[in-house]
């Protein structure tokens, strides 16, 4: 294969070319290219090949290869589009939090929603990759409802049967098609406060109101859920019952069966995020809720871009009853169905002996890191009290009176550290300032000095 740097020497010669000629100037033939460039056709044809698919130059067989047209340099005006638009559901801060890649390039992600390089289980992912896209049926379209095979290993995981799951782009596309699917534009949805944002800007964006329940020690409390059930007229609720984000909480076991009475008794659906079930550390994850609901008011989901890496955006959804067949519709309709590459990898690697073999990996890392950060935090941060999680990588820190968590943000940001603003976790009124720390994309020694800097700054802004 030819060298990169020498078709990228040949594209800096045509592109200088390009910004001489005009459209449907011929440009110097291969020979002659090779000749002045001392190069050879096949890095020429790379070229040409790479400039053509930017549309800079077309390529006539027999003819030769000529100055494509280049776009419109007039002004263009889309204010028009005002008019055509709706109002925006979703504000730019959501959209932020959702799409972070540039800004955590350049920054200590003591935020992250997602394991660092270091812990994705690469060899034996492009293992994985490279099995899969041997089989002859790997471009093939995929059932609507994903694989047989990888929908019976969900299943397996989260107690329900095969016919109950439905493959999804991941639990962010699962919590957009049951808002848009479920409920009706101005709806209210029952939340945990603190919540997902993601779940918040995803709900929003499907027209429905956030209405925020809070959540103590033992997770959201049922009589409380039974109030704004009962107060709003909701029939749908969002929760994290096995490990909420951002409080590493989990819904307490005496609380589970009180929780579905309330929705058997409202008539309601429930969905539950059960984001961090593989990303164990040192104690027992709770069940599945919906091992614990024979009548159907329980959507689980779950996705494996969290445990395994980002970009794997498989995930699933598991329901019963009418609500399933609405689900499938708009699994139908939105997407139609989960790329089967991503599908085959997804079950190559799951069905393999390397699957618990990362999470175990994973999971000593993870409490290694989280034990060094607790440490950190009770050293530099406060001495109060800090609940580990006992899945998932996030802590919950309480900021001091007087600092403000998005403005403290902010200063992270200019100083190169990522933290999250405790403020986008709460649908309504924020009950206290808080920020979110992660231990999954940083090195312990990173995320300590990363800490003593934050800290440095809260100290300054809370005499400000």
């Known amino acids: 294969m030819e060298n990169d740097s020498r078709v990228a020497v040949v594209v800096a010669h045509l592109e200088r070319l390009i910004e001489r000629g005009a459209p449907s100037d011929a440009l110097p033939s291969t020979r002659a290219l090779c000749r002045e460039l001392s190069t050879s056709p096949v890095t020429v044809g790379r070229a040409v090949a790479a400039l053509a698919a930017r549309g800079r130059v077309r390529s006539e067989p027999g003819r030769g290869v000529f100055i494509a047209a280049g776009p419109r340099t007039e002004a263009a005006s889309t204010g028009w589009q005002s008019l055509a638009l709706a109002p925006s559901r979703v504000d730019g801060a959501a959209v932020r939090f959702l799409d972070p890649v540039g800004v955590l390039a350049d920054t200590v992600p003591l935020s992250s929603g997602y394991l660092g390089a270091d812990l994705h289980p690469r060899a034996a992912l492009q293992a994985a990759a490279s099995r899969s896209i041997r089989r002859g049926s790997v471009w093939e379209p995929a059932p609507a409802a994903g694989l047989s095979a990888l929908r019976a290993v969900f299943a397996h995981q989260a107690t329900v049967d095969e016919s109950e799951v439905l493959v999804t782009n991941g639990s962010q596309s699962a919590i957009a098609l049951i808002a848009q699917a479920v409920a009706a534009p101005g709806d209210a949805v029952i939340v945990e406060s603190p919540t997902y944002p993601g779940a918040l800007a995803a709900l929003r964006a499907a027209g ?41 909480l989990s819904l307490h076991p ?211």
């Not at 709003?232 to 409080?247: C, K, M």
């Not at 000593?364 to 950190?376: F, K, N, S």
């Not at 300590?448 to 802004?461: E, F, I, Q, S, W």
């Open 254 to 464: 005496e609380r589970r069966r009180p929780l579905l009475e309330v929705a058997r008794r409202h008539r309601a659906l429930v969905v539950d995020d059960d984001w961090a079930r593989h990303i164990r550390l040192d104690a027992p994850v709770p069940p599945p809720l919906i091992a614990d609901d024979a009548d159907g008011h329980v959507i689980h989901i779950s996705s494996l871009a969290k445990p395994v890496a980002p970009s794997l955006r498989v995930g699933f959804l598991a329901a019963r009853g009418p609500v399933l067949a609405r689900l499938h519709t708009a699994v139908v309709t939105n997407q139609l169905f989960v790329a089967r590459p991503l599908q085959e990898i997804a079950l190559e690697f799951l069905t393999s002996a390397e699957w618990p073999r990362h999470t175990g990996r994973l999971s000593r890392t993870l409490v290694a890191r989280r034990d060094a950060l607790l440490a950190q935090v009770r050293r530099v941060w406060s001495d109060g009290d800090v609940t580990p999680p006992r899945a998932g990588f996030h802590l919950w820190l309480a900021c001091p009176r007087g600092v403000e968590p998005g403005a403290l943000a902010r200063d992270a940001q200019r100083a190169g550290i990522t933290i999250g603003d405790g403020d986008a976790y709460f649908a309504g009124e924020p009950a206290e300032p808080r920020i979110r720390i992660s231990f999954s994309a940083t090195s312990e020694r990173q995320a300590a000095d990363a800490l003593v800097t934050l800290a440095t700054m809260r100290d300054g802004a809370a005499v400000r």
């Open 208 to 248: 429905l109101r956030p209405i925020p329940v809070p959540t103590d020690a033992r997770g959201v409390d049922p009589v409380d859920m039974d109030a704004a059930f009962a107060r709003t007229g909701a029939r749908l609720a969002y929760l994290q019952s096995a490990v909420n984000n951002p409080t590493g």
